[in-house]
């Protein structure tokens, strides 16, 4: 795989993206209450917590989508620029597919980059080969199926070389052969030096593919550290009952 993360100014494992404490507020609601995260780079942390716990809202707060009332977000140590943004890629649940062929979305989505030319013929090349999706390259992207479709959005979003990688429950809606499909992109994209931020509600995704696991409450982080010891001996109350399946209706 094309070597896109060599970036000699960044040591595996230094703080990539922060946020600190991050206020969102909607009608009144503290949406996001103070939310502190590190991220450091090359490690996949996974996003849970209940469903309207914050996960989507935070993740878009990340990438620079929402600007939160309070708080920051830094890149590297500094502010949030457009150019870092250019940095990230997001995959959404339902991916945003243009109406266009596979590689039509590949080409659109790398020349508003400015990567033409020879560039950007070997760029969507590895990323058709990568989803597997090389047959299909002039077929229109919208009558894949759901699987073929988030394949294409993964390598799309690949395809520029992104750091970072977020992931909105990128497997909800689809069936465990698509979705390990799905996992094994993104893994390849991590063994390739890409640092990965997924929310998932699913817990046996959150085993295979979590390094580190950040857990939401009500806008607030509940827990953080090592997926292991979050999922084997989770010290708050919320993940206990989570991993219970019960419902938590505590602080
Ligand atoms: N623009 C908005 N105005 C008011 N409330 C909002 C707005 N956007 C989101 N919310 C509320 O904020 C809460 C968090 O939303 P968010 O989508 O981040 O939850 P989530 O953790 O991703 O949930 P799910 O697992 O169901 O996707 C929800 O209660 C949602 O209804």
């Known amino acids: 795989m094309r070597d896109f993360h060599t970036h000699p100014e960044l040591e595996l494992g230094d703080k990539l993206l922060e946020a600190r404490d991050i206020v969102l507020m909607r009608g ?5 209450d103070g939310v502190d995260l590190s ?9 849970m917590g209940a469903n309207g716990a914050g996960k989507s809202l935070l993740l878009r707060v990340l990438h ?3 600007a ?11 502010p949030l620029s457009a ?3 250019q940095a990230q890629s997001m995959v959404l649940q339902r991916p945003v597919l243009l109406r266009r062929s596979v590689l039509g979305n590949l080409r659109f989505a790398l020349s508003v980059r400015g990567i033409r030319g020879k560039e950007r013929a070997a760029r969507e090349a590895e990323a058709l080969d990568r989803a597997g999706l090389s047959e299909f390259a002039r077929r229109p992207a919208r009558v894949l199926s ?3 479709q988030q394949r294409l959005a993964v390598a799309r979003a690949l395809s520029t070389a992104p750091r970072m990688l977020l992931l909105d429950e990128p497997t909800a809606s689809l ?3 698509a979705t390990r499909q799905i996992e094994s992109q993104i893994n390849a994209a991590h063994g390739a030096g890409v640092t990965v931020v997924m929310v998932t509600h ?3 995704q959150a085993r295979r593919m979590a390094d580190d696991i950040l857990f939401l409450h009500r806008g607030r982080v509940a827990e953080a550290g090592p997926a292991q010891q979050v999922l084997t001996a989770p010290r708050s109350a919320a993940v206990a009952a989570w991993l219970d399946g019960r419902f938590y209706d505590g602080p």
């Open 39 to 47: 991220l450091p780079a090359g490690r996949r942390t996974v996003i």
């Open 146 to 148: 759901g699987g073929e």
């Open 202 to 204: 699913d817990h046996g």
């Open 64 to 66: 620079g989508l929402i």
């Open 28 to 32: 009144g609601k503290r949406l996001l």
């Open 68 to 78: 939160p009332d309070a708080g920051q977000v830094l890149w590297h140590g500094a």
């Open 175 to 177: 069936d465990p052969a």
């Open 83 to 85: 150019e870092a943004r």
